[in-house]
């Protein structure tokens, strides 16, 4: 899990309420990502960012934001819009896109669950 | 747009034999990826293998790149318990695309 540091492990969420999952990271990798993990299944990417103040939608953003104010940082908000929330969500890491040895270093994971 | 699978689902074996998973992607790479993900927590990169090449080693694990069919193969040789994990592919391409994963069980 080097140098990503996820926080909390769990989070419980009331309906209609917003919650913020923390991702730091100190790599001074370029880019972050946030994938949704659900139970048996791969990893489905909801948004990644490769520089400051600038990000991407993945495959599934709706429900969900993200900010990139700092290089170390890349906060995950799960908005009262998505309505099944319940998953791992993981943020990664890596040194930049595009590179053709590319590779992710990951954090250890949030578990989300709605109350 | 998920563009690894990996077959089997699942795999259970003894210690010491070798466990095959594979995995197949649907677009062009740059390269393609394992990594091993022990329950509840990170995945962690195991081996990665670039477009242009067709086999790789790294300690027990061998990986193996078919861009033709498409396809790529993770062997653990001589498994142990503390092998027993869930492993990805993950095919790069614009972006890292998951499969959905080869549960290993290995019985001690």
């Known amino acids: 899990d080097g140098g990503i540091t996820q926080s909390p492990k769990y989070l419980f969420r009331k309906e209609g309420q917003n919650v913020t999952l923390s991702c730091e990271q100190n790599?001074?990798?370029?880019?972050m990502y946030w994938y949704r993990q659900d139970p048996g299944q791969g990893l489905r990417l909801i948004y990644y960012s490769q520089i400051v103040n600038d990000f991407q939608k993945g495959d599934i953003a709706e429900g969900y934001s993200v900010s990139r104010e700092k290089k170390e940082s890349f906060p995950l908000t799960v908005t009262s819009a998505q309505k099944n929330p319940t998953a791992f969500y993981l943020c990664?890491?890596?040194?930049?896109?595009?590179?053709?040895?590319?590779?992710?270093?990951f954090g250890s994971g949030t578990q989300l669950s709605v109350l | 747009s998920q563009q690894g699978e990996e077959d089997p689902q699942a795999l259970s074996i003894q210690e010491g034999e070798n466990a095959t998973m594979n995995c197949s992607y649907k677009?062009?790479?740059?390269?393609l990826q394992w990594y091993r993900q022990n329950s509840g927590r990170g995945l962690v990169h195991l081996i990665l293998?670039?477009?242009?090449?067709r086999e790789k080693h790294s300690g027990r694990l061998r990986v193996t790149l078919d861009t033709s069919k498409k396809s790529s193969s993770l062997l653990i040789t001589a498994s142990r318990a503390a092998d027993t994990a869930s492993y990805f592919c993950?095919?790069?391409?614009?972006?890292?695309?998951f499969g959905p994963g080869t549960r290993l069980s290995v019985l001690p």
């Open positions: 293998i670039r477009s242009n090449e």
């Open positions: 677009t062009s790479i740059n390269n």
């Open positions: 790599l001074n990798h370029d880019a």
């Open positions: 990664a890491s890596s040194v930049e896109t595009g590179a053709a040895n590319e590779k992710l270093f």
């Open positions: 993950a095919a790069y391409g614009q972006n890292f695309v």
